[in-house]
């Protein structure tokens, strides 16, 4: 299940890494080093137990693992660089010394490089360089350096808090797709390798309810643009009316896993889950369907 990554590269241009174009959906886990994530804060904020939490998800099936140490959680409080940094820093090393292919979730171009010095494979700023407009410029020069650095581009119309007042659409999948053209337009004259650029139509952020749904049934408005498409679908509230009663997982992960083999049939590039081991096996269900699909 290849994933078109956009034009081939020029002859002096660095190969792009193997993450970008993968055989099948691959499966992102969440590593939230924080104590108010809105899923699992506190749960991983000391790093022994963040990297053991990280290593047992590779092993359930995770391809990537995320490292955010600050929460976009409506009603977060922001945390300082410095502090971030600290947070993420030691998990980061330690999962990149173990061969994990890490993305570090950061709104900060500081903390972006400190991951990148560090191993980091991906900058995921979920605010698509809105938040720090040094972000792009940070990247364009750290690719200079790191060959294997991607940066995904989410699209943001503003903090969490202001998510109902955001959340105003005629057409919230194509007005999502051209707010993120217009960012990816920003980064092309940053300099920033556009080959090495992943998008993400932000689910949950300045959306509410049918329009997550509306903007999943319409996934072909982000596909075949020249760029991998990852989806957040893990745990949000638009899945609550889905919600099982389940005493050995959370709620909405039956949901998730149900969403994210929908996205894999769909040929996303990566899912971005919390609870890896479904989500693993719905990815690879949907790679096998499509191994044996024969068109009419």
Not at 55 to 81: F, H, I, W
Not at 115 to 133: C, P, T
Not at 166 to 171: E, H, K, N, T
Request: charged share 20%; net charge negative.
């Amino acid at each position: 299940m290849a994933v078109s990554v956009g034009t081939q590269p020029a002859p002096s241009a660095p190969a792009l890494p193997d993450y970008l174009h993968p055989q099948r959906t691959l499966v992102m886990g969440v590593l939230n080093v924080t104590p108010n994530s809105f899923s699992d804060g506190g749960k991983w904020l000391d790093s022994s137990r963040a990297v053991a939490h990280a290593l047992e998800m590779t092993e359930q099936g995770a391809d990537l693992v995320d490292v955010g140490g600050e929460s976009t959680a409506p009603g977060r409080k922001p945390v300082e660089v410095e502090e971030e940094i600290t947070r993420v820093l030691p998990v980061i090393t330690k999962l990149v010394a173990a061969g994990v292919t890490v993305s570090v979730d950061t709104l900060h171009a500081k903390t972006a490089q400190a991951a990148a010095e560090a191993g980091a494979s991906i900058i995921n700023d979920v605010s698509g360089g809105i938040v720090d407009d040094s972000m792009f410029a940070t990247v364009a020069e750290l690719q200079l350096r790191y060959p294997q650095l991607s940066y995904i581009c989410q699209h943001w119309r503003g903090s969490p808090e202001m998510a109902n007042e955001l959340a105003v659409y005629d057409d919230v999948a194509g007005e999502t797709w051209h707010e993120v053209e217009a960012r990816l337009e920003l980064m092309r004259h940053s300099g920033i390798d556009m080959r090495r650029v992943i998008i993400d139509p932000g689910l949950g952020f300045s959306k509410v309810g049918e329009q997550d749904w509306e903007v999943l049934a319409n996934l072909d408005v982000f596909l075949h643009r020249g760029y991998p498409v990852l989806i957040g679908p893990s745990r949000k509230r638009y899945l609550a009316d889905l919600e099982t009663a389940a005493s050995d997982r959370h709620p909405r992960d039956d949901a998730t896993a149900a969403v994210s083999m929908y996205c894999a049939l769909h040929r996303v590039w990566a899912v971005r889950v919390h609870n890896v081991a479904p989500a693993a096996v719905a990815v690879r269900a949907a790679a096998l369907l499509d191994d044996h699909h024969h068109p009419c």
